[in-house]
Each structure stands twice: as structure tokens, then as C-alpha cells.
């Protein structure tokens, strides 16, 4: 029988996601949770694990293509008494009804996910050696997945052509000829190409076998020397290359729109107050090389990041109005009693802010472990959905890039962040006398609607206080 696997919600009501790239091809015989392809949410790279044994049968949608939640993407062919085990959470409908026996239920364990859960409830530490898809694009190396099987078209001998044409032909639907209308042949790839430059494959002249299109004759319509003469390029392509020529257009999608939909949210609905601190951190520096000496903490990454970090969580349990949420809908202050702490990461696809779970019941060791594969991951592309969602405070550090100081967004559903800058050697007031001290200045910004003034300088003094003296700490906990 047929089963139809439609796009899952991957994580709070999202309503679309990207195709990426396909880990297999039709006809291909593939395992119950075997990754099966590779998407972009609005927050993050995810992988989708099959939720059927069997062979597939047809994939209904090309890499680069945006598909909405609950539409089909992908045919199995399985065994009429198989029965399934589903583990990937999908609606039949972007409006979310009842799961069907192609829009399997959420599960509690997701394999491909991004992250594995444990029977504890925490999630799996991920590899640290994953990379981030470089593109959507296959390569000559990898087998376009969504060219349905067909006759193979006449052509001369096999041995006469190439091994990628003779494959191109196999993948390419032959055309229904004397009708109008015919999808122009080409291969998934060449497709996606004309796509993105806007180019009508209906005017290009293939030179291919049979007609066949090729990313040449694509490039050769826009440079307007195609095979059946310049005029065959519309003025409008040509007036294209000249704009292309001085500026590049980039799709807003993706992480990039999910954030700055929130930030422009964030901005104009949270009214932000941002102060300004600058200390001696001379003592936590020294402390911190005095860490990274020691055994306790040999072979963990250890930078002013993982203190400051920290010193925010300690600082809270002074200052819960900075762990809170402004509930608009209820009318209620909710003041969260544990700190999922976020971290603002740049990431090839742009800015997230991925948190750490109960980072307030962390221990520093366990925290700078946290951290780094945190960002490591984060830089990957491999955050889990459940990762970038339910943060309660945030810190970005600027500091990395040379910045001193800023006015940071609050992360949407948040009362505070606060920015790191650099720490820089500079002379700077000590007992008296002026001396080459190492400074830092941090910058918080909060909701003035959750946090008065008082208690915003309060906790921003309480982090400055523990990062110039750390031995302030036993006076705070």
C-alpha cells in the first residue's frame, strides 16, 4: 500500500519550513526512523526521521522548495500488514486536527530531531563534530532525489555520453508531445537554478540531449547568447543581469525571518530601559586562569563568558523581577522559579538564541559544558527546536567582537538580557593609585513593565559586584 508522510508542526505552531536536502531518492528502501531529509524551520536545521519502513515511492517536493505544514512531501510503498511506529509529530492540517496514520502523533522520543531525549527528561549531549548543511543544492557526488523514474528517452548509444547526462536523462520526465503547455525538461537542480535567477524555462533552448536544459543554457539565456539567438532573452532578464551586477538579493526566510519578525516585535511592544555598568574584572580573571590551571577543571572550556553566565544566575536569586514574563493575554506577571538561560548566537543562518535548561541548578563545571556545546551546536545549525523555545533571561556577548558596549533587544518573552563587551587592559583606579587593570563594561537592558529602575541597578550591580570581587559570592548565596 501507499502511505503518505506529510510536513510535521516541528515546534509551536510553525506553519512552514524549507526543504533542504533529501537523504534519499525514490525507489530507495529505507528503515523505520532513518533521517530521510533535511529542513529549515523559522528556528532551526532539522532533521526528519522516516516514519514508515519501506521503499519510497515519489518526493513531492524539490530542495529550495517552502512547503506548508500538513501538505504531502514524500510517498512509501510499505507491506499491506506493516504496521508502523511513527516518531515524527505531524499535523494533517496546518490548523492542527486529529493525527492520521500519515500524520502520526508527537511522540515523546524524537530520532533526528536534532537532539535525543532521555528517559530523565534531559536531552542527549549532541556530537560536537556535526556541520551545518553548506547548501540546498546536491552536488555531482549526490543523486537529485526528486525526478520521478521514467522511461529512459532515445538517445545515442549509452557509451557515448556521459555518465552524469545519461543520468540526468533517466532522472527527467520525458514530455507529452503536441501539447501546449509541456513542463520544459530539465533536471531538479537546473530547475532551482532558474528559479533563483527568475529565468522562464519555457523560453530557454535546451542543447542538452533531447532537448534537455542545462545550467549552461541557463546562463547563456541570461547572457542573452542562447542557441536560437540574442533576442530570444527578454528585455526584462537583461535588465536583471545589470541590476545583479551592483547589488545581491537575498530571500528573507528561515531563522533570519523568525527573528526579525520577534525582534520588531520585542521592540515595539516591550518598553526597554538599558543601563550601563563598567568594572575592574581583574579578580575573575585571574580566577579564571587559576581554573583553567587546576585538574577540577582540565579539558573544560573555560572563558569570561562561563563566569559571567554565572554571576547572572546568582545575581537572580536576588532578583527574581528579571526572571519573569509579562502575560498579556492573562493579565499576570509570571515569575519563573528556575532560570532557562539563553544564549544569542550568530549563526550562517542568523541570530538565535538557543537556552540552557535549569541552568540555575548547574554547577560551574556543569554550566561550562553546557555552554559549549550549546554554542557549538548552535553554530552547527543543529539546535533542537525545544532548545530555542522557553528561555527566561538571555546574555549576548559582544565582547567577541571587539564591541565595548550596546542597547540589546529583550528575546521576545523575556524581562532582561544582558550584553557582554569586551574586556579590555586599560589604567583604571586601584587603591589610590592608577594602574593597568583589566575592565569590562555590561549593558542590560529590561521591561520596564516587569522591572522598575531600582531593581534593574540592583541586579546589574550584584553581576558587577561578583565579577570584580568573586569572593562577593559567599555574601549572596
Given at each position: 500500500m501507499i502511505k503518505e508522510f506529510r510536513l510535521p508542526d516541528l515546534g509551536e505552531g510553525l506553519t512552514e519550513s524549507e526543504i533542504l536536502s533529501w537523504k534519499v531518492d525514490v525507489g530507495d528502501t529505507v528503515s523505520l526512523n532513518q533521517v530521510i531529509a533535511e529542513v529549515e524551520t523559522a528556528k532551526a536545521v532539522v532533521e526528519l526521521p522516516s516514519p514508515f519502513a519501506g521503499v519510497i515511492k515519489e518526493l513531492h517536493e524539490q530542495p529550495g522548495t517552502i512547503v506548508e505544514v500538513g501538505k504531502p512531501i514524500v510517498s512509501f510503498e510499505v507491506p499491506d500488514d506493516a504496521g508502523t511506529q511513527p516518531s515524527v509529530p505531524a499535523d494533517a492540517s496546518p490548523g492542527g486536527g486529529e493525527a492520521t496514520a500519515e500524520t502520526p502523533k508527537r511522540q515523546p522520543n524524537l530520532v533526528g530531531y536534532g537532539a535525543v531525549v532521555e528517559s530523565s527528561g534531559r536531552p542527549v549531549r549532541r556530537p560536537r563534530n556535526l556541520q551545518a548543511p553548506e547548501s540546498a543544492l546536491p552536488t555531482s557526488a549526490t543523486a537529485e532525489p526528486n525526478a520521478p523514474t521514467v522511461e529512459p528517452v532515445e538517445a545515442g548509444?549509452?557509451?557515448?555520453?556521459?555518465?552524469e547526462t545519461r543520468r540526468a536523462e533517466a532522472e527527467t520526465p520525458a514530455p507529452e508531445r503536441g501539447h501546449q503547455g509541456e513542463r520544459p525538461r530539465s533536471t531538479p537542480p537546473v530547475r532551482k537554478l532558474a528559479k533563483d535567477l527568475g529565468v522562464d524555462l519555457a523560453q530557454v533552448a535546451g542543447t542538452g540531449p533531447n532537448g534537455l536544459i542545462t545550467r549552461e543554457d541557463v546562463q547563456a539565456f541570461l547572457d542573452g547568447t542562447s542557441a536560437e539567438g540574442p533576442d530570444t532573452a527578454p528585455a526584462a532578464a537583461a535588465t536583471r543581469i545589470q541590476q545583479e551586477a551592483r547589488e545581491t538579493r537575498t530571500p528573507i526566510k528561515g531563522v533570519r525571518k523568525f527573528m526579525a519578525a520577534?525582534?520588531?516585535?520585542?521592540?515595539?511592544?516591550?518598553?526597554?530601559?538599558?543601563?550601563?555598568?563598567?568594572?575592574?574584572?581583574?579578580?575573575?580573571?585571574?580566577?579564571?586562569?587559576?581554573?583553567?590551571?587546576?585538574?577540577?577543571?582540565?579539558?573544560?572550556?573555560?572563558?569570561?563568558?562561563?563566569?559571567?553566565?554565572?554571576?547572572?544566575?546568582?545575581?537572580?536569586?536576588?532578583?527574581?523581577?528579571?526572571?519573569?514574563?509579562?502575560?498579556?493575554?492573562?493579565?499576570?506577571?509570571?515569575?519563573?522559579?528556575?532560570?532557562?538561560?539563553?544564549?544569542?548566537?550568530?549563526?550562517?543562518?542568523?541570530?538565535?538564541?538557543?537556552?540552557?535548561?535549569?541552568?540555575?541548578?548547574?554547577?560551574?563545571?556543569?554550566?561550562?559544558?553546557?555552554?559549549?556545546?550549546?554554542?557549538?551546536?548552535?553554530?552547527?545549525?543543529?539546535?533542537?527546536?525545544?532548545?530555542?523555545?522557553?528561555?527566561?533571561?538571555?546574555?549576548?556577548?559582544?565582547?567577541?567582537?571587539?564591541?565595548?558596549?550596546?542597547?540589546?533587544?529583550?528575546?521576545?518573552?523575556?524581562?532582561?538580557?544582558?550584553?557582554?563587551?569586551?574586556?579590555?587592559?586599560?589604567?583604571?583606579?586601584?587603591?589610590?593609585?592608577?594602574?593597568?587593570?583589566?575592565?569590562?563594561?555590561?549593558?542590560?537592558?529590561?521591561?520596564?513593565?516587569?522591572?522598575?529602575?531600582?531593581?534593574?541597578?540592583?541586579?546589574?550591580?550584584?553581576?558587577?559586584?561578583?565579577?570584580?570581587?568573586?569572593?562577593?559570592?559567599l555574601t549572596m548565596v
Open positions: 548509444p549509452a557509451d557515448s555520453m556521459p555518465a520577534a525582534m520588531v516585535d520585542s521592540a515595539f511592544t516591550a518598553p526597554h530601559v538599558s543601563e550601563f555598568l563598567t568594572v575592574d574584572v581583574t579578580p575573575a580573571m585571574e580566577l579564571l586562569a587559576k581554573l583553567k590551571a587546576g585538574s577540577a577543571f582540565s579539558g573544560v572550556k573555560l572563558t569570561p563568558l562561563t563566569l559571567a553566565a554565572k554571576a547572572v544566575l546568582i545575581a537572580l536569586r536576588r532578583n527574581p523581577a528579571l526572571n519573569a514574563r509579562w502575560d498579556e493575554a492573562s493579565q499576570e506577571i509570571v515569575t519563573f522559579n528556575y532560570v532557562n538561560l539563553g544564549i544569542a548566537a550568530a549563526t550562517p543562518r542568523g541570530l538565535t538564541v538557543p537556552n540552557i535548561k535549569d541552568a540555575d541548578a548547574l554547577s560551574l563545571h556543569q554550566l561550562a559544558e553546557a555552554l559549549t556545546d550549546l554554542t557549538e551546536t548552535a553554530r552547527a545549525g543543529k539546535t533542537a527546536p525545544g532548545d530555542l523555545s522557553g528561555g527566561t533571561i538571555s546574555i549576548t556577548n559582544i565582547g567577541v567582537f571587539g564591541i565595548d558596549a550596546g542597547t540589546p533587544i529583550l528575546n521576545p518573552g523575556e524581562a532582561a538580557i544582558l550584553a557582554m563587551g569586551a574586556v579590555r587592559t586599560m589604567p583604571w583606579e586601584y587603591r589610590g593609585e592608577v594602574a593597568l587593570r583589566q575592565v569590562l563594561t555590561l549593558s542590560l537592558s529590561f521591561d520596564h513593565r516587569l522591572v522598575d529602575g531600582e531593581q534593574g541597578s540592583r541586579f546589574l550591580a550584584d553581576v558587577g559586584a561578583i565579577l570584580a570581587e568573586p569572593g562577593m559570592v
